[in-house]
T-cell receptor
Framework: EADIYQTPRYLVIGTGKKITLECSQTMGHDKMYWYQQDPGMELHLIHYSYGVNSTEKGDLSSESTVSRIRTEHFPLTLESARPSHTSQYLC?????????????FGNGTRLTVT | SQQGEEDPQALSIQEGENATMNCSYKTSINNLQWYRQNSGRGLVHLILIRSNEREKHSGRLRVTLDTSKKSSSLLITASRAADTASYFCATDAWGAQKLVFGQGTRLTINP
């Protein structure tokens, strides 16, 4: 298994709460990603980063924000959680290169907003 | 719209049989990757095939790529119960800086 860690593993919170999903990797990868995945469905890219102080929005519109202050850390924040945010959030990382290298995924955070 | 689409959406076979999953995509690619996802877990990279390659093997896995048809297939030979998972293809389109995943094939191996 890859050295990429996500916490918490499961989270149940009420509507309107602010939450931060943590993601850390120990492989020194420059590129990091956040995907959203509903059970049994495809992955949607919501944020990505090419390195420190670099963040970009992905293909799926999201009300979340990310930061990349350190190479190993890429947290995702929801300022005000809503039931529509209920989903699984997957963090991934990869080495930099001309082409897209294989992604290493964490085990995900399953978020439920009540 | 989604770059990669897997077919079938679900596949159920007996242990020991071979499983074949297909992936179609729409634009020119640098490479195509296959991933496995066990229930409730993250994805695990299986194999990468470059656009100038036609076939690649890794253990019981065989991947083919036909760029003229914009399609790829993943064959798992001599399936085992532990192969039960969802399998996703991901394409790295020319000029894109990210992978795009298909909706996956849910494979069930019956003992």
């Amino acid at each position: 298994e890859a050295d990429i860690y996500q916490t918490p593993r499961y989270l149940v919170i009420g509507t309107g709460k602010k939450i931060t999903l943590e993601c850390s990797q120990t492989m020194g990868h420059d590129k990091m990603y956040w995907y959203q995945q509903d059970p049994g469905m495809e992955l949607h890219l919501i944020h990505y980063s090419y390195g420190v102080n670099s963040t970009e929005k992905g293909d799926l519109s999201s009300e979340s924000t990310v930061s990349r202050i350190r190479t190993e850390h890429f947290p995702l924040t929801l300022e005000s959680a809503r039931p529509s945010h209920t989903s699984q959030y997957l963090c991934a990382s990869s080495v930099s290169g001309v082409y897209n290298s294989p992604l290493h995924f964490g085990n995900g955070t399953r978020l439920t907003v009540t | 719209s989604q770059q990669g689409e897997e077919d079938p959406q679900a596949l159920s076979i007996q242990e020991g049989e071979n499983a074949t999953m297909n992936c179609s995509y729409k634009t020119s690619i640098n490479n195509l990757q296959w991933y496995r996802q066990n229930s409730g877990r993250g994805l695990v990279h299986l194999i990468l095939i470059r656009s100038n390659e036609r076939e690649k093997h890794s253990g019981r896995l065989r991947v083919t790529l036909d760029t003229s048809k914009k399609s790829s297939s993943l064959l798992i030979t001599a399936s085992r119960a532990a192969d039960t998972a969802s399998y996703f293809c991901a394409t790295d389109a020319w000029g894109a800086q990210k992978l795009v995943f298909g909706q996956g094939t849910r494979l069930t191996i019956n003992p």
